[in-house]
């Protein structure tokens, strides 16, 4: 299955209205949106959070960073690094971030997404 497949199925979840998947670098490497999305423009903004999310744990000594939601008045933004399978250093690791249209939503959808993750991760990795 190819990436863009996957985020296609991805934009299948109930409420899920932008996906993209983004280097460690800031570049898009690839997005869909029904809500017209330009993750170009962000995707420098999704790598320094991550990072600072990253600085926080460890500050805090809570292990790995596994996901951050952000929770914005028009609903959650899910950043989630693909780690483990696409690289041994988490710093280098793409993420992914998942735009959902209500915050009624997220429950259901980081269920479906750590089905879908780990095959984002995979094909990233090929």
Same mark, same amino acid.
């Given at each position: 299955m190819a990436l863009d497949q996957i985020l296609s199925e991805v934009m299948q979840i109930k409420g899920? %209205? *932008?996906v993209a998947v983004v280097d460690s670098?800031?570049?898009?490497i690839d997005s869909v949106s029904k809500a017209g999305h330009d993750?170009?423009?962000v995707s420098a903004l999704v790598t320094e959070g991550i990072? %600072? *999310?990253r600085t926080l744990a460890g500050m805090l000594e809570e292990g790995e960073l596994q996901q951050t939601v952000l929770e914005y008045e028009q609903g959650p933004v899910v950043l989630s690094p693909l780690?483990?399978?696409t690289s041994d250093a988490h710093q280098d690791s793409p993420i992914a971030v998942v735009v959902l249209d209500s915050s009624n939503s997220l429950g259901r959808a980081r269920l479906k997404l750590s089905k879908l993750l780990p095959q984002i991760?995979?094909?990233v990795a090929n």
């Open positions: 899920v %209205s *932008s670098n800031g570049s898009v993750f170009s423009n990072h %600072s *999310s780690v483990g399978i991760a995979e094909m």
